[in-house]
Every structure is written in structure tokens, then in C-alpha cells.
């Protein structure tokens, strides 16, 4: 399907891409897509290993009990 693919077609697609979104753009995007792909690996590798073995900072978060109305009021005086 894509054998006949040649390097200047592939030229005239990055012209083209170059032209829609300019270089800013495309920089934004790779360094998106990169950070994007790092936390899925991280993610996934973290699935892996055993519940004692997770580090600290996937915890879950530590609340107080407070009804809100008092939180609120505390925050106001």
C-alpha cells in the first residue's frame, strides 16, 4: 500500500505539514507526544510492581475531616 512512497513525497508532506502548523507548533506537539509517551511507560511500569513496593508519592491524599461550611469559615477570619 505504501511501497510506492518515495523520499520526495515524504518531502512534499512535511512541506505541507510545515505549512499548516509551522515549527513552533510541530515543536510543541514532539515535545507533548514524547511527555506524553514517558508517562505512559512510567505508568505502566509502575503497574507492574507490587502494591509494597509503589513509592510514596502515588498515595493517596490526606484529607481532614471538616464539613466545608467550617473550612470555609476558618479560611474567611
Known amino acids: ?24 507548533r510541530l515543536r510543541t506537539l514532539g515535545s507533548d507526544l514524547g511527555s506524553a509517551v514517558k508517562g505512559f511507560r512510567s505508568a505502566v511500569n509502575e503497574a507492574d510492581k507490587p502494591a509494597d513496593q509503589i513509592s510514596e508519592s502515588s498515595e493517596d491524599a490526606d484529607f481532614d475531616n471538616t464539613p466545608a461550611e467550617d473550612a470555609h469559615k476558618k479560611n474567611k477570619v
Do not use: E
Request: no cysteine; glycine share 8%; charged share 5%.
Open 1 to 24: 500500500m505504501f511501497s510506492n512512497i518515495g523520499p520526495v513525497q515524504l518531502l512534499i508532506v512535511l512541506v505541507i505539514v510545515l505549512a499548516i502548523f509551522g515549527t513552533k
